[in-house]
T-cell receptor, first 114, second 106 residues
C-alpha cells in the first residue's frame, strides 16, 4: 500500500502566481478530501469528492481556489492568483466511501507565498 | 459554540503516567469518532476509532465515548516520550478539533 501521495512536498512562490497541488489517493478509496492546516485555524476541510464528484466545496475560501478530480487516481487543488494568506500546509486524504470510515492522510504540501 | 472543542494544552505528564485527552462536540448526530496523532511537521495519523458508547481499548490507548454528554476522550497509559505529539479529535470524518499538544517528559 503506497499511501496517499502528494506533490510537491514544498512550494515557495511569489504572490500572484498560480499554484497547483497534486494528489494520488490510495487505490480503491473512492472518497478524497483536501484540507488546509494553519496554526490559527487548525485543520480545515476545503472540499471532498465521492467517486470523483465534488460533494461539498463550502470550505473553499474563495473563487481563487479550485479543485478537480478527473479520475479515481488523481486530484488537483489550484490557487490562482495566490496570496500570502494562502500560506499553509495542504493535506490530501482518501478513504472508503461511508461516514464511519476514517481517512488516511498524505504527507502534505507546505506552501509559502511570498 | 465551536463544533469541536479541545484544550490546546500543552498537557505535560511524566513518563509512565496516564495522559487524559478530552473532546466535546456539538453535533448530536455524530456517529463515528476518531482520534488522530500528529507529530510536528508530519501528517495526522489515525490511532483510534470508536462508534458506540463506552470504552474501546487498543494497546496502551483507550477511547471513551459518551454520546449523551457529547464527550469523547482518549487515555494513554504508561505514557512514553514518543507519545509527545498533538492529538486531534474528529467527531466526524469531515471535522477536526484544533488538537491538544501532549508533552511526556522523562
Amino acid at each position: 500500500d503506497a499511501g496517499v501521495i502528494q506533490s510537491p512536498r514544498h512550494e515557495v512562490t511569489e504572490m500572484g502566481q498560480e499554484v497547483t497541488l497534486r494528489c494520488k489517493p490510495i487505490s480503491g478509496h473512492n472518497s478524497l478530501f483536501w484540507y488546509r492546516q494553519t496554526m490559527m485555524r487548525g485543520l480545515e476541510l476545503l472540499i471532498y469528492f465521492n467517486n470523483n464528484v465534488p460533494i461539498d466545496d463550502s470550505g473553499m475560501p474563495e473563487d481563487r481556489f479550485s479543485a478537480k478530480m478527473p479520475n479515481a487516481s488523481f486530484s488537483t487543488l489550484k490557487i490562482q492568483p495566490s496570496e500570502p494568506r494562502d500560506s499553509a500546509v495542504y493535506f490530501c486524504a482518501s478513504g472508503p466511501y461511508g461516514g464511519n470510515q476514517p481517512q488516511h492522510f498524505g504527507d502534505g504540501t507546505r506552501l509559502s507565498i511570498l | 459554540q465551536k463544533e469541536v472543542e479541545q484544550n490546546s494544552g500543552p498537557l505535560s505528564v511524566p513518563e509512565g503516567a496516564i495522559a487524559s485527552l478530552n473532546c466535546t462536540y456539538s453535533d448530536r448526530g455524530s456517529q463515528s469518532f476518531f482520534w488522530y496523532r500528529q507529530y510536528s511537521g508530519k501528517s495526522p495519523e489515525l490511532i483510534m476509532s470508536i462508534y458506540s458508547n463506552g470504552d474501546k481499548e487498543d494497546g496502551r490507548f483507550t477511547a471513551q465515548l459518551n454520546k449523551a454528554s457529547q464527550y469523547v476522550s482518549l487515555l494513554i497509559r504508561d505514557s512514553q516520550p514518543s507519545d509527545s505529539a498533538t492529538y486531534l479529535c474528529a467527531p466526524h470524518k469531515l471535522i477536526f478539533g484544533t488538537g491538544t499538544r501532549l508533552q511526556v517528559f522523562p
